[in-house]
């Protein structure tokens, strides 16, 4: 099983377009996006849905009014300001747990006297096995103000690999989360190879070099691709200077190109049209060497 990753050092880089035609190159393969906090590869490959689980992640304190005395134990221990107030009558004040601040650490269960704080799962979102016109896709999608988002992205990826076991498909396209966090750590770890798409900008550069520092610290081998490279040539040749200096090898450049948004509104990928960036990201897929 070969999995590639597309991600980027910050958003708008143009990894998502680019995942996207990589996935329509690519001989049967399973799609994964992992970009759960703002999911957008289904824009191009309109997925059917044939599975939808719900995603639970973590624990939240619920106060049961009718048990509560009342005492403020439960607000005396939050560290996190989560336990709000409101008084009813004189003397009298109801405690209820602001569900957007609670960090599920159970200090409140643990010291309220009266037993009268609940602390159920939480429900942070959703995931999906669908059927593309390129194959399988599995995604899911964080609900507001949502954590735990690292652990979705692993279980997306467990999912996609036992969907290719099944299907006998030998390649996971996976379209990653820009940035250098815990999404992106359990995007990339144990990959067969990392593609960073970039820009030829300064915090392009910047962002660059904190992603290729963390791909070193994983052992994973890196390729870099540079996205509207033709509106500052300066810097693209600096920049894969110091990628190519770091370690990472070159794989492309793509030119700036009006077909890559065109594309989008059309619900499709840039290699499925006659854009001219499409050859570029052709020219991409067969330098990887991903199926070869």
Known sequence: MRELVVISGKGGTGKTSVAASLAVLSDRPVIADCDVDAADLHLVFQPVVRERSEFYSGHRAVIRRNICTGCGACR????????????????????????????????????????????????????????????PMVHGRLGTA??????????????????????????????????????????VTGATMVLVVTEPTLSGEHDLKRVMELTAHFQIPT??????????????????????????????????DPGVTEAQMNGRAVVETDAPSAYDMAKIWDNLGFQA
């Open 223 to 256: 390729w870099v691709a540079m996205n509207k490279w033709d509106i500052n040539p300066e810097i693209t040749l600096r920049v894969e200077r110091e990628a190519a200096a770091s370690g990472a090898k070159l794989a492309g450049r793509i030119r700036y």
């Open 146 to 187: 949502a954590e735990n988002s690292g652990r979705l992205v692993s279980l997306i990826r467990s999912e996609a690999r036992r969907v290719a076991n099944a299907d006998d498909r030998r390649s996971i396209i996976i379209d990653g989360p820009p940035g250098i966090g815990c999404p992106v750590i359990a995007s």
């Open 76 to 135: 005396n221990v939050c560290r996190f300001d989560a336990v709000g107030m409101v008084d009813t009558a004189p003397g009298d004040s109801v405690y209820f747990i602001d569900s957007t601040a609670c960090e599920g650490c159970g200090a409140c269960v643990r010291f309220c006297p009266a037993g009268a704080i609940d602390f159920p799962e939480r429900h942070c979102g959703q995931w999906m096995v669908s059927d593309t016109r390129v194959g």
